[in-house]
């Protein structure tokens, strides 16, 4: 590769990282998300920051998991981040995020309330992703692919013959246009929702159950818990199956004294992982179960600082690096260690029945794990496999 080549490679990573920068941090470019506003938008939060983030928050800050680059190597850690910032995206403006004001004041306890933060929790998500999508297709479409070519022939010399270029080219124009489809798709689950949110009116909600209507893509069920968990969530989780991309999406919004745990789950997914989601929402400590789990998936959490800090450092070491091999976590699998302990014996004394459903035994446990080298090259191994896979979804 001669010096030219690497110079600009390097711009354009820089490029990237800024435009990248500019989706998920506070930045003024970027319009309203409601359908048909210009207005500039303001920084949103897709939980609220007055009744939830605030119920869990210490000093104003809440514990997370940040990456931070050192050189050129990305390393997760864990790090605080002010209440302002926790959720927050680049969303409505002003007079759009007041939609979600009901949600600020009192806690969700009617369909009309729960649609609405199905809305906010996903269209955060969607926005984001969407716009990254946006930002690949649009790399990807610079990219001059001659010279891409000539960077893969050292490594890949059969690439020199005309029928193995052939293919290589029609490969990567999939790929860019896979993230255009994609970038267009992921807005569509929003779009759904709002037109849903018109029609509903301000039903009652039980404790737990499952919301749909025909026309929706997704199930949203939810539970509320009677205890608080001192954790607020908002994440989108895709899984591949049978090539087809399915995304889920969860939110664990924490009050004063109680939880609310939903997800928004595609209809579309195999009979057995809703049998199984939905056994999460049938009760207060699965669905506890269900938020460790999603946690080391997601990345995607803020907790109470002093929660974080009584952990013992061998349980946050296993952790963050269970967290940084995302790969090897599912969901809807219960996670082999056990995070909120002081909770856990707090609820087991109020219902001593409940002590092996609760996992007492596990709470001083800390799970054996293969070597970080070893758990890495997995990992770049699966992201290669896994985005060949997905190209060939069409
Ligand atoms: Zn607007």
């Known amino acids: 590769m001669n010096i030219d080549t690497i110079k600009s490679m390097a711009d354009r990573t820089n ?15 970027w319009g309203c998300l409601y359908p048909g506003c210009n207005r500039k938008s303001i920084f949103s939060h897709a939980i609220s920051k007055s009744i939830s983030l605030a119920a869990i928050a210490e000093e104003g800050h809440l514990s997370t998991i940040r990456s931070l680059r050192k050189e050129d190597v990305k390393m997760l850690q864990f790090g605080s981040i002010s209440v302002h910032d926790a959720t927050a995206f680049n969303g409505f403006c002003e007079a759009h995020d007041a939609m979600f004001l009901t949600l600020d004041t009192k806690e969700i306890s009617d369909a009309k309330s729960l649609f609405l933060q199905a809305y906010r929790s996903v269209i955060s998500e969607c926005a984001n992703e969407s716009r990254i999508a946006a930002l690949r297709h649009e790399n990807f479409k610079q990219m001059d692919i001659a010279s891409m070519l000539d960077m893969h022939v050292e490594e890949y010399p059969w ?21 255009k489809r994609r970038a267009s798709e992921l807005m569509q689950l929003p779009g759904q929702l709002l037109e849903k949110l018109v029609l509903l009116e301000e039903v009652p909600l039980d404790d737990f159950s499952v919301v749909s209507t025909e026309q929706l893509s997704h199930y949203i069920p939810f539970r509320r818990l009677n205890f608080k968990i001192p954790v607020a969530l908002n994440c989108i989780l895709s899984v591949v199956a ?17 939880t609310l745990v939903m997800g928004i789950v595609p209809k579309l997914s195999k009979q057995w992982l809703l049998d199984r989601l939905m056994q999460s929402f049938s009760c207060d400590i699965a669905a506890l179960n269900l938020v460790e789990s999603i946690m080391v998936c997601s990345n995607e959490w803020y907790m109470t600082p002093s929660v974080l800090a009584e952990m013992s450092s061998e349980k946050r070491d296993v952790f963050l690096h269970d967290s940084t091999f995302i790969n090897e976590q599912r969901f ?24 092996a459903q609760l996992k007492l035994d596990m709470i001083d446990v800390i799970p054996q794990r293969e070597s970080y080298q070893v758990r890495h090259k997995r990992m770049i191994d699966k992201l290669l496999s896994e985005s060949v896979k997905l190209r060939d979804v069409d």
Do not use: G
């Open 15 to 29: 490029r990237h990282e800024r435009a990248l920068k500019a989706i998920l941090k506070r930045n003024k470019k």
């Open 159 to 179: 690439l020199e013959e005309e029928r193995f270029k052939a293919l290589f080219i029609i490969e990567y124009l999939k790929m860019v246009e896979a993230e």
């Open 242 to 258: 049978d090539n087809t991309r399915l995304d889920f999406y969860f939110a664990v919004i924490p009050y004063k004294q109680s």
């Open 332 to 355: 809807y699998e219960d996670y082999d260690m056990t995070l909120f302990d002081s909770l856990r014996r707090a609820i087991s004394q109020q219902y001593p029945d409940c002590e």
